[in-house]
């Protein structure tokens, strides 16, 4: 199987500080570009109300992963899908993708906000978000996802019992 190396880009700096399943937004944090790439290589972003995020899970490891399936948040309730159908971290590369909305380009220090990434996150890989690029035709899933993620996934942090 080939596999290959991908250094980080960027950090996120500040934000959530613990992982957790649920209360993810109005929480502010920073994408912090690394020092090797030059100011230049973020011109125009602040023109973008969102971005895309590719994400590494660094506070997973590799026993973390499970190739079978199973019910999503060990709830019942749901119905048992295979680890490809999960967005967490025990797929194989505990690989994210979040699209924060962006407040603020200051020199190397991006202030997003719905982040759902913690303090030292390494950023692999950013883009602005592009409408046009986005989900085309029908939007399809089946009922879990939401019952799961609906209201309290994006509910503010503020608000976390």
Not at 23 to 42: K, M
Not at 63 to 75: M, Q
Not at 110 to 131: E, S
């Amino acid at each position: 199987m080939p596999s290959f190396e991908v250094q980080s880009i960027a950090t996120v700096v500040g934000g959530h500080t613990q992982v957790l399943d649920d209360y993810q937004g109005g929480v502010h944090s920073i994408i912090r570009l690394n020092d090797e790439y030059p100011l230049e290589t973020l011109q125009g972003i602040e023109q973008f109300s969102h971005l895309t995020v590719v994400w590494y899970f660094h506070r997973a490891n590799s026993e973390d992963v499970r190739l079978h399936a199973r019910s999503p948040r060990g709830d019942a309730r749901w119905p048992a899908t295979g680890t490809f159908v999960h967005r967490n971290h025990r797929r194989p590369n505990q690989l994210a993708i979040s699209f924060p909305r962006l407040l603020e380009a200051d020199g190397r220090d991006l202030h997003v906000t719905d982040l759902d990434a913690v303090d030292g996150t390494p950023v692999l890989d950013l883009a602005p978000y592009f409408q046009q690029m986005g989900p085309r035709g029908p939007f399809r899933q089946p009922a879990w996802p939401g019952e799961m993620l609906d209201p309290t996934y994006w509910s503010d942090a503020s608000e976390r019992p």
